[in-house]
């Protein structure tokens, strides 16, 4: 309480014209054009951080850098260095029993608004030639509102034309009866050995799966790791 009685408060983002900006000039699946702009400079940057709520985080932490009186070519260089959480919006190339796969593995957590905002970026970068495959799990803490909070990303899923959704875990029968009503192919699994055998199974020979669900009361991560692991050669048991 003392050291905050005795700090100086400073305003992020004020209106004096003195800002940084950061303009999204192009996306890719696995990352970002920017523009970064002040008043005496512009720089071309591209960075590994994609998604609209990671760009979103990135444009508010460089203006606080900034206002806070970092150098910009030091914001630009920590910009070009950044690397995302593991498992959060994480894009890696693996390969499956000889296909190789893009991974979008984004299971650090799971609300409604951070799957819309993987699910835009998809949107966006995704070819008409590729389909993405979905394994998705659970929303937590939703009660009461299970229904409509699953229609609407159903929705959101189905707007990404998908090749297939491979649902895991329980609890998820209205996501499921609203993706089957959209003529989705639905696929059910319990582990992640279900999940992996469901991918060698539909997965084409050059594919996009993503991955997202709440790891808390789904432990889905363990999807992640299993994946990994297969890819890297590894053994699967049940």
């Given at each position: 309480?003392?050291a905050?009685?005795?700090?100086v408060?400073?305003?992020?983002?004020?209106?004096?014209d003195l800002g940084i900006?950061?303009?999204i000039?192009?996306?890719?699946?696995?990352?970002?054009i920017l523009?970064?702009s002040?008043q005496?400079?512009?720089e071309?940057?591209?960075?590994?951080?994609?998604?609209?709520g990671q760009?979103?985080?990135l444009a508010l932490a460089?203006?606080?850098a900034f206002?806070?009186?970092?150098?910009?070519?030091?914001?630009s260089?920590?910009i070009?260095?950044?690397?995302l959480?593991?498992r959060?919006?994480?894009?890696i190339?693996?390969?499956?029993?000889?296909?190789n796969i893009s991974?979008?593995?984004?299971c650090?957590?799971?609300?409604?608004i951070s799957?819309k905002?993987?699910?835009?970026?998809?949107r966006?970068?995704?070819?008409p030639?590729?389909?993405?495959?979905?394994?998705?799990g659970r929303?937590v803490?939703?009660?009461?509102q299970?229904?409509?909070?699953y229609?609407?990303?159903?929705?959101?899923?189905v707007s990404?034309?998908?090749?297939a959704v491979?649902?895991?875990?329980p609890?998820l029968?209205?996501?499921s009866?609203?993706?089957?009503?959209?003529?989705v192919?639905v696929?059910a699994s319990?582990?992640?050995?279900d999940v992996i055998e469901?991918?060698?199974?539909i997965v084409?020979e050059?594919?996009?799966?993503?991955?997202k669900?709440?790891h808390?009361?789904?432990?889905?991560?363990?999807v992640?790791?299993?994946?990994?692991?297969?890819a890297?050669?590894?053994?699967l048991?049940?």
């Open positions: 309480m003392k905050a009685e005795r700090a408060p400073k305003i992020i983002g004020g209106d004096d900006s950061i303009e000039l192009n996306r890719c699946l696995d990352k970002s523009r970064v002040t005496n400079s512009v071309e940057i591209e960075c590994r951080v994609i998604g609209k760009l979103s985080n460089a203006q606080t206002d806070l009186g970092v150098h910009p070519e030091e914001i260089l920590a070009r260095e950044f690397r959480q593991r959060k919006m994480e894009f190339e693996i390969s499956l029993d000889g296909k991974f979008l593995d984004d650090h957590n799971a609300t409604l799957f905002s993987a699910l835009t970026h998809i966006e970068v995704i070819t030639e590729i389909y993405p495959i979905m394994i998705v929303i803490h939703i009660e009461g299970k229904k409509s909070i229609t609407e990303l159903a929705k959101e899923i990404c034309n998908p090749q491979v649902l895991y875990g609890d029968s209205y996501l009866s609203s993706l089957e009503k959209s003529s192919r696929l319990d582990t992640p050995l469901c991918l060698k199974k084409p050059k594919g996009f799966v993503f991955l669900g709440s808390r009361g789904t432990r889905i991560r363990e992640s790791t299993a994946i990994r692991s297969y890297r050669g590894g053994s048991t049940r």
